[in-house]
Each structure stands twice: as C-alpha cells, then as structure tokens.
C-alpha cells in the first residue's frame, strides 16, 4: 500500500463525518429559510425543530402536540452544567497526564480511538489542546454565571430535541478537543518532555482573541437581561425590546456573532491547519446564522422602528 493511503482513508474518522454531517445539515436548513416563502412547501414539525425561544411566536401555527415537547429555554443552564462537569474531567484527565504523567482511563482512551484519534502525532502541540480545552471550560463556567445572574428569561421554549441536543454536544465537543491530543499509547506526547516549550505565537493571538470576543459576548448578554430591569437591577417585565450598544449597533445577534469568534480563536490556538476543529468552526458559522437570521426577521416584523442599517449576523454583510 503505498504510504499516501492510510492518510487519505484516515482523513474522514468518526468525528469528522459527524462535524461533516452536522454542518451540511444547518447549511441547507440555512438556505431553505433564505428562500422566498411558497417557492418551498412548509413543514410545522421541520419549524419548531429550528426554531426556539422568541422566534416559536414567528413560525407557523403550534398544534397541542407540538406542544407537549416544550422545554422551558431557561433550562439552558443544563447545558453548561453538564459542560463545566464533562468538560472538568476531561482537563483534569489532560493534566494529570500532561504534568504527572498518569495515563488517560482504558475507557476514555479506547473512546477517544472510536472517535478517530491518531496515535502519535508528532506535528501536533499537547499545549493548543490542553489551552482550547481551558477556554471551553472557562467559556461555559461564564455562560453558567450569565445564566444565573445576567439573562432574565421569559416564558419562551425549546423542543425536546433541541435540550438533548444541547446536553449531548457539549460532551462531543470536549471529546473533539481531547482527540486531537497528541498521543503515545495512553500517555500524551509532549515533544521535548516541557509543556512551555511548545509555546507558539498563535497560543498568544488565540487566547487574545478568545478574551476579546468572551468580553464582547458578556456585554451583549448584559445588553439584553438590563431591556428586563430597571435601574436598580429588579427584573420588571419579559417584553422585548430593541437592543443598543456595543455589536448591537452592527447586528441583531451580537452574541451569536461573538460565539463564533470565540470558536475561531481555539482554531487560532490549534495553529490555524486542525482540519477537525475547522469543522467545528463551520458547524458553528452555519448553526449561529440561522439562529440570527431567525431573530432579525422576528425583530424586524415586530418593530417598525428597527434600524435598517444592522445586519443579521455579520457586519455590512449579512
């Protein structure tokens, strides 16, 4: 076999073909809801599997049945619960094993290998996984503090579907980061046996990054949870209202937008060429555009007044 092929088999593991398929499955849902209503024949059920929060009241019509799968959204806080927990004991595997040299479980490493992690490779940084790791941890533990002290959530719902989905990516998506974990049996390789000597100048423009569109997302949750208080901080109503400040002056969701910046800045800490990771990246580009297209139609049917100039989801462009 020539030695080309083993790569070429190699290139499309497990893990890839999910984040492939997740991908190309947000991308089409994305273009159906660009296309002009009538041209495509609608789909109740294919709507409130998409849709969630304000943006139910928008689509079509709800049947009691659809009803019977509502989940309340502000039981978003599960999500990161499970992901501080899940994602917690990842990092505490990774650095035991990075620093003490204590080999990764039987279980967890024979789980890694299913997913389509390479043994071995010796072009990959420990360090960038072990950094992009910490990042979604912090990342959760702050969505688990706004969800607690920061958004005022309504009466607003998500399908069923959605809240297992939710609860099972943030589990695949720690798997993702651990497999790209340079490996050596169950021990991580570490190239010149010092961690901080793999220390590249995309581990400093990634966790920039990563801060600055952290901030970014932070500010816009408090944007949003204050159009709910008065100035003493009481929560006096759940209506919506027209949102100002910060990237909201740019687009109607800000912090869809900063979600995936903070996503581009873990491929950033990869070193840019984690093929992997940049599917993730895409998952997310097409997953946090529809979500925001969703919400500007909703703004922009509910208020009049809603400033033409913003954009759905990128600035000047979309």
Known sequence: MAPWAGVELSALNPLR??????TAAFLLTLVLQLVPAGLVPGCALFQDLIRYGKTKREGPSRSAACRVFDVPKRYFSH?????????????????QSLFLGVPFPYWLHGLLRILGAAQFQGSELALSAFLVLVFLWLHSLRRLFECFYVS?????VIHVVQYCFGLVYYVLIGL????????????????????LMQARWFHILGMMMFIWSSVHQYKCHVILGNLRKNKAGVVIHCNHRIP?????EYVSSPNYLAELMIYISMAVTFGFHNLTWWLVVTYVFFSQALSALLSHKFYKSK???????RKAFLPFLF
């Open 303 to 309: 208020f009049v007044s809603y400033p033409k100039h």
């Open 244 to 248: 100002f400040g910060d990237w909201f």
């Open 152 to 156: 005022v959530f309504s009466n607003a």
């Open 176 to 195: 993702t980061v651990l497999s790209q974990v340079p490996m050596d049996g169950r021990n991580v390789y570490v190239i010149g046996k010092n961690l």
């Open 17 to 22: 073909a999910l984040w492939l398929a997740l």
């Open 79 to 95: 999500f990161y619960v499970i992901s501080v927990l899940w994602n917690g004991f990842l990092l505490w595997h990774l650095t």
